[in-house]
């Protein structure tokens, strides 16, 4: 069965076979049948719901290496997943000190303010919060960001070429949960990212709460 799961023969969100079935299948007794479901749900490759049966809820981790910028389009296609949006919405918004003192702004100033849900084979795997500059004259349709934001900057001339990043783990409010579709209580890595273009300029202000089942990040160090 773990084979099975592995190989995505049932995959997330699929429902194996009830311990009956189990029995006829594998010509084995009732407990043993409920013991590998037992086994495989101390694994957390499955989830066993009263009156529905027991659901696939294994997804493999998706590992990126921090070697070079990458959009989270790019990601998913490297990993050989379908990356995709669940919703995307575009807003302006007056900066805060904050964000007044990354764009290097007054406080007050309208900027941009994106919100993305990213998926990956159709799984939300990120809630992106992201704030640009009003300079980049961007168009107030949500149906406008469905795809890669880094194609979009590309062309408009405002391609990052070097960022700063920082890592973080919290806890998720009632939002992000709803979004990620996760458990209370399930951590979330926070990953802040400033983006700069060939002028030194702040292009992209993101923080983005990712699954932190589902990914994990890798950083090669050399003497």
Do not use: W
């Not at 910028?69 to 990993?79: A, C, G, P, Q, V």
């Amino acid at each position: 069965l773990k084979e099975k799961i592995i190989k995505k023969e049932y995959e997330y969100g699929d429902y194996i076979p009830s311990e009956t079935e189990l029995q006829k299948i594998f010509d084995v007794s009732r407990i043993t049948a409920r013991q590998a479901i037992q086994e495989l749900e101390k694994d957390g490759m499955v989830q066993r719901a009263r009156g529905k049966g027991t659901m696939v809820t294994y997804q493999k981790q998706i590992e990126e290496y921090l070697t070079s910028i990458r959009s989270f389009t790019n990601e998913m296609l490297e990993k050989n997943m379908q990356p995709g949006t669940k919703s995307a919405h575009i807003s302006i918004e007056k900066a805060d000190q904050h964000l007044a003192e990354i764009f290097q702004v007054e406080e007050g100033v309208p900027v941009y303010r994106l919100e993305r849900i990213r998926t990956g084979d159709g799984i939300p795997i990120v809630d992106f919060h992201t704030y640009l500059s009003l300079k980049l004259n961007l168009p107030l349709n949500d149906d406008f960001y469905m795809g890669s934001l880094y194609e979009i900057l590309e062309g408009k001339g405002c391609e990052p070429v070097r960022v700063t990043e920082k890592f973080d783990c919290m806890i998720p409010n009632e939002d992000i949960r709803r979004k990620l579709n996760i458990e209370i209580g399930q951590p979330v890595l926070r990953r802040i990212r400033i983006a700069h273009d060939i002028n030194s300029e702040v292009v992209e202000y993101t923080i983005g709460y990712y699954r932190g089942d589902r990914y994990a990040y890798y950083i090669e160090l050399k003497k």
